[in-house]
């Protein structure tokens, strides 16, 4: 089974500073994708940052930068200069195979990421 | 302009009783979804329909039934409900059913069952 585990359930920073939360993932497969996915208190669902398993440079959108480590299997995020609209909950998630072309993605129990003023 | 809308946002409703959740995206996307998150947190699929057949079921009880009129439309509708049914349920909308290809989520209906 393909799993995706956030072993760290609540995290807090000060404001301005930087973050890292923790991904890793178990999988077979050798081309895939990696999501981050932010839940602000208004319950949307927001798409932070993506890797490509083949590409060894880790993607970055703004303050946000992934440290993607494939033989680790690991996934983390990296928030730069955490602001206070950063607060929420943070879900890794891995594009996993549901039989034929057709995929699904598999989520981790999810990071709430509390910044400090 | 808003691109996975869904209606109702809040549903409350007594359990026994039969309720539908409806899901329209304007993103010209093939593949739609539907998550359930638990009082826990966590999300997990439940159905995905590709081009308005259904491609994914994850095991979900026969009382959950979604239904899609055409691509653009991902309604999903619910019998009998039961107060373990009490969740938020997600929309979501992809461009195909690649691997490579992001989910855009509506904003949730909170269901709640007295």
């Known amino acids: 089974a393909q799993t995706v585990t956030q072993s760290q359930p609540e995290m807090s920073v000060q404001e301005a500073e930087t973050v890292t939360l923790s991904c890793t993932y178990d999988?077979?497969?050798?081309?895939?994708?990696l999501f981050w996915y932010k839940q602000p208190p208004s319950r949307q669902m927001i798409l932070v940052i993506r890797?490509?398993?083949?590409?060894?440079q880790n993607a970055t959108e703004n303050r946000f930068s992934v440290n993607f480590q494939k033989a680790a299997k690991s996934f983390s995020l990296k928030i730069s200069d955490s602001q206070l609209g950063d607060t929420a909950m943070y879900f890794c998630?891995?594009?996993?195979?549901?039989?034929?072309?057709?995929?699904?993605?598999?989520f981790g129990k999810g990071t709430l990421l509390t910044v400090n003023p | 302009d808003t691109a996975v809308s869904q209606t109702p946002k809040y549903l409350v409703t007594q359990m026994g009783n039969d309720k539908s959740i409806k899901c329209e995206q304007n993103?010209?996307?093939?593949?739609m979804y539907w998550y359930k998150q638990d009082s826990k947190k966590f999300l997990k699929i439940m159905f995905s329909?590709?081009?308005?057949?259904?491609?994914i079921n994850e095991t979900v009880p026969n009382r959950f039934s979604p239904k899609s009129p055409d691509k653009a439309h991902l309604n999903l509708h619910i019998n009998s409900l039961e107060l373990g049914d009490s969740a938020v349920y997600f929309c979501?909308?992809?461009?195909?059913?690649?691997?490579?290809?992001?989910?855009?989520f509506g904003d949730g209906t909170r269901l709640s069952i007295l």
């Open positions: 890797q490509e398993a083949y590409k060894q």
């Open positions: 993103l010209g996307h093939d593949t």
């Open positions: 999988t077979s497969e050798n081309n895939y994708y």
């Open positions: 329909y590709n081009n308005k057949e259904l491609i």
């Open positions: 998630a891995f594009m996993t195979h549901s039989g034929g072309s057709n995929y699904k993605l598999t």
């Open positions: 979501a909308s992809s461009k195909s059913t690649g691997n490579n290809q992001p989910q855009h």
